[in-house]
């Protein structure tokens, strides 16, 4: 068994977890929030085996979106040290994944 974490944007969230569910793979939400942009996402915990883990994959792509985010306005030093904030626009997106290997899958 592997377990598959998966950040990805709170609107891609519900339908992604819609799709999974209905293929018969478990899943638990959790509320978070990204470093840089301090603003919340979505972070999937899913405990898959090992022989369906491209399939997850493919669903987590169709489902997950690369969007544009404008940021708050960030502090950049000039010579001088002065500091002058201006906006960017960062790509967020689709999803971040992290696989592991499970070594133990207990349910009480
Ligand atoms: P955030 O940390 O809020 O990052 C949002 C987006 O800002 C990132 O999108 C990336 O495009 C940009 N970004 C992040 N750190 C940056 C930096 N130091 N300099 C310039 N741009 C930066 P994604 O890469 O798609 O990441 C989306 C969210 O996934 C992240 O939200 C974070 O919550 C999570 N994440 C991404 N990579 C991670 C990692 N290696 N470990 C843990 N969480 C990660």
């Given at each position: 068994?592997?377990?598959?974490i998966?950040?990805?944007?709170?609107?891609?969230?519900p339908?992604?977890i819609?799709?999974?569910t209905e293929?018969?793979f478990?899943v638990?939400?959790?509320?978070?929030?990204?470093?840089?942009?301090k603003?919340?996402?979505?972070?999937?915990?899913m405990?898959?085996?090992?022989?369906?883990?491209?399939e997850?994959?493919?669903?987590?792509k169709?489902?997950?979106?690369?969007?544009?985010?404008p940021?708050?306005?960030v502090?950049m030093?000039?010579?001088g040290?002065t500091?002058?904030?201006y906006?960017?626009?960062?790509?967020?997106?689709?999803?971040?994944?992290?696989?592991?290997?499970?070594?133990?899958y207990?349910?009480?």
């Amino acid at each position: 068994m592997k377990l598959l974490i998966a950040i990805v944007q709170d609107q891609d969230a519900p339908s992604l977890i819609d799709v999974v569910t209905e293929r018969d793979f478990r899943v638990t939400r959790l509320a978070t929030s990204g470093g840089f942009l301090k603003a919340g996402n979505t972070t999937l915990l899913m405990g898959v085996d090992e022989s369906r883990i491209d399939e997850l994959l493919e669903i987590i792509k169709e489902n997950c979106e690369s969007r544009e985010v404008p940021t708050s306005f960030v502090s950049m030093s000039i010579p001088g040290d002065t500091y002058m904030p201006y906006p960017i626009n960062v790509q967020v997106g689709g999803a971040t994944i992290f696989i592991l290997d499970v070594e133990k899958y207990l349910q009480y």
